[in-house]
């Protein structure tokens, strides 16, 4: 089972921050906050992830609370080729192995 | 560079036939995870392969199976195909180390009939 919760679905306007949020309120210390999205019928594609700092990248930020137990995913300039799925995982560090659990994810609507 | 590339994108098959489903990883990828994903029950994973050995799997009955190759590459198998198989079968790649990323192909559609 997923150790994640997301809200279903999140609308949002183009060219406004898209703030997904996550609840992982059982993560263990060893164990990284993974974002990857879905855009229809292709596949999962990698967004950002993180261990307790805050994380940036060239597609998103994440936020993670200092006691671990949530996140939030922002997408700074929401456009609408942003529209897709999007999955909070959570995965053990030192595992090199891939095994990841997708919960149901947030379908993210961006409205121009 | 490359990515991940199944073959493959599409394929039909009747109840009871067999399938083979390829994955070739991203150079340098010695680790290969496989999922399928249907509407009602999401993305689920099924196995993970590195360096040709089986290395986790998940809760799919023995007619899934797969196999990693010394070159990485991967194939799985279905045997015996119910209607309940058809699905988007995902395949993905990575480095291994504590933490890094998983790439993900574009997927092999199934469609049993």
């Known amino acids: 089972d997923a150790k994640t919760t997301q809200p279903p679905s999140m609308d949002c306007a183009e060219g406004r921050a898209a703030n997904l949020p996550c609840n992982h309120s059982t993560i263990s210390g060893n164990e990284y906050v993974y974002w990857y999205r879905q855009i229809h019928s292709q596949g999962p594609q990698y967004i950002i992830h993180g261990l307790k700092n805050n994380e940036t990248n060239e597609m998103a930020s994440l936020i993670i609370t200092e006691d671990r137990k949530s996140s939030t995913l922002i997408l700074p300039h929401a456009t609408l080729r942003d529209t897709a799925v999007y999955y909070c995982?959570?995965?053990?560090w030192g595992q090199g192995a891939q095994k990841l659990v997708f919960g149901q994810g947030t379908r993210l609507t961006i409205n121009p | 560079k490359a990515g991940v590339t199944q073959t493959p994108r599409y394929l039909i098959k009747t109840r009871g036939q067999q399938v083979t489903l390829s994955c070739s990883p991203i150079?340098?990828?010695?680790?290969v995870s496989w999922y399928q994903q249907t509407p009602g029950q999401g993305l689920q994973f099924l196995f993970e392969?590195?360096?040709?050995?089986?290395?986790n799997k998940g809760n799919f009955p023995g007619r899934f199976s797969g196999r990693q190759f010394s070159n990485s590459r991967s194939e799985m198998n279905v045997s015996t195909l119910e209607l309940g198989d058809s699905a988007l079968y995902l395949c993905?790649?990575?480095?291994?180390?504590?933490?890094?990323?998983?790439?993900f192909g574009q997927g092999t559609r199934l469609t049993v009939v």
């Open positions: 993905a790649s990575s480095f291994e180390g504590p933490n890094t990323e998983a790439f």
């Open positions: 392969y590195f360096s040709e050995t089986q290395r």
């Open positions: 995982i959570v995965k053990p």
């Open positions: 150079s340098g990828h010695r680790s």
